[in-house]
């Protein structure tokens, strides 16, 4: 039983290829509406637990009635066959209709609403634009995508269980009161009227602070994972008490939106119970006024009194799951400023996968500035021949990182086109774009996860014997086999930590390396490749380039000029333009920019035959 609610609802299927929508209201319904019928089975259980808790009342005063009334003998004799049906009601009937309630809500949509939201949630997130996760905390972003899904569904769960209950209840309260004597009503009616101006004044002021509250706790989220991120710096530049008011400061700040919230939590309770004080007194004292000038029996006095306690009772907890629902939508709203974003880099429509021939690249009047005036990249012309390898010179902000980003589409661009073999990449998928580029980065980081998974990230489907002759291509394997981490996991078996940190620079290189060198891709970029190695390991790992650039088009970036000496070509860049194109002997010759760098570097030694 338990295992075929628990499969009503799949919870890793892929959900519409488009950002949630941005209203809250149709924000609910994008992730709602995939839950079926549930939600209506939600609605027909909560509406037949309303109406059976409106029997007790209505039981009470049959009971008190038929006592008052009868004799002993009488109401065993004459009335048993109906107190039979109240006790089947309530031994039967009412159990199963809870156990349905729960089954649709525990087991059909607790888990697994949650979880389907977040990982359609992460789906769309995690194929947002690099520029995305450069404008905010990695950690408010996942606090967002985990926090969602869970308020999402306990603000659908509340609002069924609670307020549709309290509507069914007071309404078919109304009307059984209103049947018995109309008079009944007004204390009741008087009361809803005042639940919903309660509800009209604090439910905008709730919103607006949980809303408020969810934002501080994101921040506050965010600085936490930001200080723990970067740790080592921390450590380096002794500002544990810095780090220690920046977090303060993002701590105070919520203890205070908190405060402000809570005030507003304790007002709501003092007014509700005020109001329901008034309706049960109302109520009672309606009651015994008509049952002492004779217009009622008694046993509707005992149906009407307990059913205004109910009432009174239910309010109460109405109003912490509408408090509840609130403080939900606000973490729902905060969470929307990351999920339902349209993605920043997007595949056009029509798209089509890179058709690889040869190897050509060509940037053709290409500009770009991430939206700055002034501009990063101004006309840049250039066409790499396929097999053909260039290093890319210059001084930092040049705009060599920015044209390998431009290359992999990271970025759109603002003018001119990237081809590949006569392809404009931004008609291509990225996916087949980035799947033909192998690219090692001077910052590598590496997943929390085994070394083999690491490597064998550059081809899933590698074999074990594959990925192993990667590393000892990359000079890899002999570290790798003294590895043991905290686990007691050996070997290509151990993990590395978060981004790497139980590896060294250069082991995280190697591995990067070795990933690469995996993958096997037609274009290679390297960037500051060999920047985190000592010497020997790096001139062993230089032999292994050399055989993995050939037959590659490859983009070389250095700052150490003896790197890329030996480049078929060099393209020397300054301020976002190409000043110089040649080999390492003509750029010397030529006496400008490069043959200034490499006399710095060199101390003014140029020896080429030893490069």
């Known amino acids: 039983m338990f295992g ?21 209201g149709s924000f609910y319904w994008h992730y709602a509406r995939q839950t079926g019928w549930l939600l209506v ?7 037949a637990v309303a109406l059976l808790d409106l029997l007790i009342p209505i039981f009470i005063g049959y009971v008190v009635t038929l006592v008052s009334t009868h004799t002993p003998r009488e109401v065993l004799t004459e009335h048993w066959h109906v107190l039979a049906l109240m006790a089947f009601v309530q031994i039967g009937v009412r159990p199963l209709t809870y156990l349905s309630q729960n089954l649709i809500t525990n087991q059909a949509i607790v888990a697994n609403l949650t979880n389907l939201v977040r990982w359609q949630s992460h789906w769309h997130v995690v194929r947002q ?3 995305f996760f450069q404008s905010d905390f990695a950690g408010r ?4 995508v985990m926090q969602t899904g869970p308020s999402l569904r306990e603000s659908i769960i509340q609002g069924t269980n609670a307020v549709w209950y309290i ?3 007071g309404a078919s309260s109304i009307v059984v009161l209103s049947r018995t004597d109309g008079r009944l009503v007004i204390p009741l009616v008087g009361w809803f009227c005042a639940y919903l101006v309660m509800l009209r004044f604090f439910v905008p002021r709730l919103r607006d602070r949980s809303k408020a509250l969810s934002e ?30 920046f977090v303060r400061a993002s701590v105070d700040e919520h203890t205070q939106t908190y405060r402000r919230q809570l005030r507003m939590l304790t007002f709501f309770g003092l007014s509700l119970s005020t109001i329901n004080a008034c309706m049960v007194v109302g109520m009672g004292a309606m009651a015994i006024t008509l049952w002492v000038k004779g217009s009622v029996g008694v046993g509707v006095v005992a149906m009407a009194l307990p059913l205004g306690w109910q009432i009174s009772a239910m309010s109460g907890w109405v109003a912490m799951n509408i408090t509840g629902i609130f403080e939900n939508v606000g973490t729902v709203l905060d969470g929307m400023k990351s999920i339902a974003t349209p993605a920043t880099m997007r595949d056009p429509e029509g798209a089509t996968p890179l058709h690889f021939t040869a190897g050509e690249v060509a940037f053709k009047d290409v500009s770009f500035g991430y939206g700055m005036s002034r501009g990063v990249l101004h006309h840049i012309n250039l066409t790499i021949k396929p097999g053909e390898r260039i290093g890319l010179v210059g001084p930092s902000g040049a705009g060599k990182s920015t044209m390998v980003n431009l290359l992999l589409r990271f970025f759109d661009l603002e003018s001119g086109a990237i081809l590949i073999d006569g392809q404009d990449i931004a008609a291509l998928t990225q996916e087949s774009l980035r799947g033909h580029i192998a690219v090692v980065t001077q910052d590598t980081s590496l997943l929390h996860r085994s070394i083999r998974e690491n490597i ?3 081809r899933p489907e590698a074999t074990d014997a594959e990925v192993e002759d990667a590393a000892a291509r990359a000079h890899a394997t002999e570290f790798i086999n003294q590895l043991e981490d905290w686990q007691d996991r050996r070997g290509f078996d151990a993990h590395v930590g978060e981004r790497g940190v139980k590896l060294s620079g250069g082991q995280r290189q190697r591995i990067a390396l070795a990933r690469v060198i995996l993958k096997n891709a037609p274009i290679l970029v390297l960037d500051e490749a060999t920047s985190a190695l000592d010497s020997e390991v790096e001139a062993a790992i230089q032999e292994q380039l050399g055989t993995l650039m050939e037959g590659r088009t490859v983009i070389a970036i250095a700052h150490r000029l003896s790197t890329i000496a030996r480049m078929d070509r060099l393209v020397v ?4 333009e190409i000043v110089e194109t040649g080999s390492h002997t003509e750029l010397l010759a030529h006496g400008g920019i490069y043959a200034r760098l490499w006399e710095r570097q060199s101390g003014g030694f140029q020896e080429t035959a030893s490069i």
């Open 167 to 169: 509507l069914v209840y």
């Open 141 to 144: 972003i996942a606090n967002r």
């Open 129 to 131: 634009g690099w520029s």
């Open 216 to 245: 501080a706790r994101s921040n506050l989220t965010g600085r936490v994972v930001d200080s723990y991120t970067n740790i080592l710096t921390v450590k380096l530049f002794a500002r544990a008490s810095d780090e220690d008011a």
């Open 573 to 576: 860049m300054d301020k976002g």
């Open 41 to 47: 089975g939600l609605f027909a259980a909560g509406t």
């Open 4 to 24: 075929f609610f628990e499969k009503l609802l799949p919870t890793t299927t892929d959900g519409p290829d488009v950002a949630p929508p941005p209203g809250l």
């Open 456 to 458: 064998r990230y550059g």
